[in-house]
């Protein structure tokens, strides 16, 4: 008959090698009879207790303890478990427990960005707000590859030629053609503006929106134009004004109503 | 009194070579001392389009490292009377001179000659610094296409930060019948795009390809482009000339027409 018990040992513990399918009085009954047979090995030591090959419910396992206290008078100190089972059970958990923790963490951390965002955008406002008022001209025309840039706004007495760039944090008002880039706004003020007497852009940018000229407007324009017999220069271009307006960037004719619509903070 | 005039673009292939050739040429023709100067080290190509290439001894880098004198290297064109080339070195590159022995060499230089004519390489690094470095003023070439004149406007830029003299602009290549169709911009829109003065406007020639393979310089031949480059030429010394039709053609009829035109 098979063993339903096996007991291995060394001077720090036992090994306990149980049958998985017998039921739990049977294995009582032969731990019993082992033990009394092994007293003398084991007698008031401490030792630590592992239980292999079937898994026991709690009090199944408070009872074997008892058992193997009163019967070898062995005290265990800790009971060792390494079954696949358990272990794999114990990783989910642990797993679980981990993501938990990390999304509180993260939750955290997120509402903490958030915080900070808000915090960090009151000293732009503030810069704003002081040099919002104030504006630096810079007299002459921006040719490619050259770069203006301001801590306020900027008005440009001259042309930007493609290729060139004006940036500021406030505003742009150039007096002249806009054919290169234009970032105004550049703290993230999405209420600023840019204003040109010639509106033709090849890139606007205004705090986080930006918005590129497709050109086809400007070929149909031509097109039209050849038709007519006219020269496109002949067009006089009008004064325009490019600002954000639900969440794009809008190109208007400079206008009194506009002007007085002008958000600017 | 001497001027030291640098032909440059920025872009490569839009005729400053050519230009160089020919102003020179031209401002010999109208008897002024030329010498004309190739700064663009390593692909050097002056000398081929004056067609002096088989008479080079000496060159540019020999003169500035010491290895001749300047007389040594000076090839004259027998054609004319006073035109003189400072040809390249093909074998180097353009780490072989620096800004400061291109302005000697050009101070140099001014004591025996009218004019310096230097035809810079393309591009803006150092043989663009090395062809500036001696020059009073400057002649920007370009075509009338919008990715020549972004470089154009480029080099203005860098010119008016050098504090350059003078600077004017010849458009080169321009071709009536495809302004006329708006397919090319004319020669005015490239003068509202870089603002500077125009001192000349070439029409694209079929007879300076065939020049160029000639290695003579058709300037004051009776072809447009000829035309075209005398009188630039004469504008440099400083003459008032009025700019070309270039609309007219060289057609019998042309002529006839333009002369209905005028009356």
């Known amino acids: 008959m098979k063993q339903l018990v096996g007991i291995k040992g060394n001077p720090y513990g036992i090994t306990l090698r149980l049958n998985e399918n017998a039921p739990f009085e049977s294995i009582l009954e032969e731990l019993d009879v082992k033990l009394k047979s092994s007293t003398k090995f084991f007698r008031n030591a401490s030792v630590a207790l592992k239980i292999e090959n079937r898994m026991l419910s709690e009090e199944e396992e408070e009872i074997l303890i008892n058992h193997i206290e009163e019967i070898s008078g062995v005290q265990v100190a800790c009971i060792l478990d390494d079954s696949k089972e358990t272990t794999e059970y114990y990783q989910s958990m642990l797993q679980q427990a981990e993501e938990m923790k990390q999304e509180l963490l993260n939750s955290e951390a997120q509402q903490e960005q958030w915080d900070k965002e808000k915090v960090q955008e009151e000293p732009w406002m503030e810069a ?9 001209f810079y007299k002459g025309t921006l040719r490619s590859g050259q770069v203006v840039e ?11 030629n493609p290729g060139a760039k004006v940036v500021a944090r406030g505003n742009i008002v150039v007096l002249g053609s806009l054919k290169g880039y234009a970032f105004a706004g550049a703290g993230g003020n999405d209420t600023a503006f840019v204003v040109a007497l010639e509106m033709k852009p090849m890139q606007i940018r205004i705090g986080h929106y930006f918005g590129v000229e497709t050109g086809k407007r400007e070929r149909r324009r031509l097109l039209e134009s050849k038709k007519r017999g006219n020269h496109p220069k002949l067009f006089p271009s009008e004064p325009k004004i490019a600002f954000v307006s639900e969440e794009a960037i809008c190109i208007e004719p400079l206008s009194r109503d506009i002007m007085s619509d002008i958000r600017y903070t | 009194m001497s001027e030291v005039i640098v032909v440059t673009s920025g872009k490569g292939g839009v005729g400053k070579t050519t230009t160089t050739a020919n102003i020179g040429t031209g401002l010999a023709k109208l008897g002024h001392k030329v010498v004309l100067i190739d700064t663009d080290i390593g692909l050097r190509n002056l000398d081929v389009v004056m067609g002096l290439e088989n008479r080079i001894v000496y060159n540019l880098v020999d003169v500035v490292e010491g290895n001749c004198r300047i007389r040594q290297a000076l090839i004259k064109d027998k054609r004319y009377d006073g035109l003189y080339l400072l040809p390249s070195a093909q074998t180097r ?13 050009t101070e140099e230089l001014r004591e025996e000659f009218d004019y310096i004519l230097l035809d810079c390489p393309a591009g803006i690094e150092q043989g663009f610094k090395n062809a500036i ?13 919008v990715s020549a004149i972004r470089d154009a406007d480029r080099i203005i830029g860098l010119l008016e930060a050098e504090e350059m003299g003078r600077i004017d602009l010849i458009v080169n290549r321009i071709r009536m019948d495809m302004v006329k169709k708006k397919d090319m911009m004319s020669v005015e829109d490239v003068i509202d795009i870089l603002s500077v003065n125009i001192i000349g406007a070439v029409p694209d020639d079929e007879n300076i390809v065939i020049a160029t393979n000639n290695g003579e310089p058709l300037v004051g031949t009776n072809c447009k482009a000829g035309k075209a480059y005398m009188n630039i030429s004469r504008r440099v010394a400083g003459e008032e000339v009025e700019m070309m039709d270039l609309n007219a053609g060289n057609s019998i009829w042309d002529r006839l027409i333009a002369l209905f035109r005028k009356n």
């Open chain 2, 93 to 105: 590159d353009k780490t072989a001179v620096t800004p400061e022995q291109m302005r000697k060499l």
């Open chain 1, 128 to 136: 704003d707000r002081k040099e919002g008022n104030q504006g630096q």
């Open chain 2, 133 to 145: 470095a001696g020059a009073d003023r400057a002649i920007v070439v370009t075509t009338p296409e």
């Open chain 1, 150 to 160: 301001s801590e306020s706004s900027i008005i440009i007495l001259g042309d930007i």
